[in-house]
């Protein structure tokens, strides 16, 4: 049976791990580095980075704070923000970068998922999607940061990504971020149980009965979360014992 992943994410601004609640409301959470680091050897699978204002200040990632960050773990690193060639992706990878994570460029641009896919294997490629759930209880896809809502239907978008070569999907609950009431169990099982990649869960997580539900009930792969790590509310460690003791199985 395949381990579960417990995934922290530097949502970065300005060089400085930030947090916000429902994407708004952004509050500094501490040195990416340092962050980094320490979530390495307390036993993270993975680490995330999103330069979470590339996008809206037309720019290109950090790559040299990803080198820096890269040079102090030991765990698979996927890197977003800003991303919109192969060429971002190559310096993000010289970098130090292991995969990368593709957001409103793919959406306007879906031809991009399959570019990067055909040049580093879909591995390497995370399509992260903003979802929020409307009164009309679907849920969209929104860009730039959530701040741009579209038309699309989060499950389409994600299947169609999947065919286009997206090896992995990041599926945010914008209803649920920075909120710590629980993930978004519906989107994330129709996502893990139509989709034939991993699918990340993130937004919402704020109790470690949260993750035991996102990965029974929601299916998930991984989940992904952020302030609960940077402000010391739960331990990645105590968090996969405590998973472990309720017959999630998790890396040690």
Known sequence: MLTKRIIPCLDI????????????????AGDPV???ALYAQQGADELVFLDITATVEKRKTLSELVN?????????????????SV???????????????????????PQLIADLSKQFGSQCVVLAIDTKKEADGEWYVY??????????????????????????????????DGTK????????????TELTVP???SGGGGTMEHFVDVFTNGKADAALAASIFHFKEIGIRELKTYLNANGIVVRV
């Open 199 to 201: 699918v990340i869960a």
């Open 34 to 36: 340092e962050l980094g």
């Open 143 to 176: 860009l730039n940061g959530g701040r741009v809502k579209t038309e699309m239907r989060c499950i389409d978008w994600a299947k169609q990504a999947v065919d286009m070569g997206a090896g992995e999907i990041l599926l945010t609950s914008m209803n649920h």
């Open 13 to 28: 601004k300005d060089g400085r791990t930030v947090k916000g609640v429902n994407f708004e409301n952004i509050r500094d």
């Open 68 to 84: 820096k960050i890269s040079h102090h773990i030991n765990i698979p690193f996927t890197v977003g923000g800003g991303i919109s």
């Open 87 to 109: 060429d971002d992706v190559s310096v993000l990878l010289q970098n130090g970068a292991d995969k990368i994570s593709v957001n409103t460029a793919a959406f306007k641009n």
């Open 181 to 192: 009431q629980g993930f978004a169990l519906d989107i994330t099982a129709t996502l893990a």
